[in-house]
């Protein structure tokens, strides 16, 4: 699933602004592609359990009902621990 499909679903699923999408350029010496192949695993009995699709929405679901645990990261206390911890700006 090319990466600008997902951000496409994450605004839909949260209702955001399409203009919040930001466009860069590649970074040079950049990967084509990611081909990623489950037959070892898949070898091993392993399968998904979870749809790509259905565990995004969750994932945006659990974010949506736990504010309280990502509105701590944004919170300017939480970025004065980090560059205290880290050494360096959250950006």
């Known amino acids: 699933c090319p990466n600008l499909e997902v ?3 994450i ?31 898949r070898a091993l009995g ?16 659990w974010y949506r ?3 309280w645990w990502w509105e701590q990261i944004r919170s300017g206390d939480y970025r004065a621990y980090y560059e205290r911890q880290y050494g360096r700006s959250l950006g």
């Open 7 to 9: 951000v496409e679903r």
């Open 11 to 41: 605004i839909e699923l949260t209702g955001a602004s399409r203009d919040l999408i930001e466009y860069v350029t590649d970074r040079p010496g950049h990967d084509r592609r990611y081909s990623l192949g489950s037959e070892k695993v």
């Open 46 to 61: 392993w399968e998904a359990q979870v749809r790509f699709a259905d565990g995004l929405e969750k994932t945006v679901a």
């Open 65 to 67: 009902d736990n504010a």
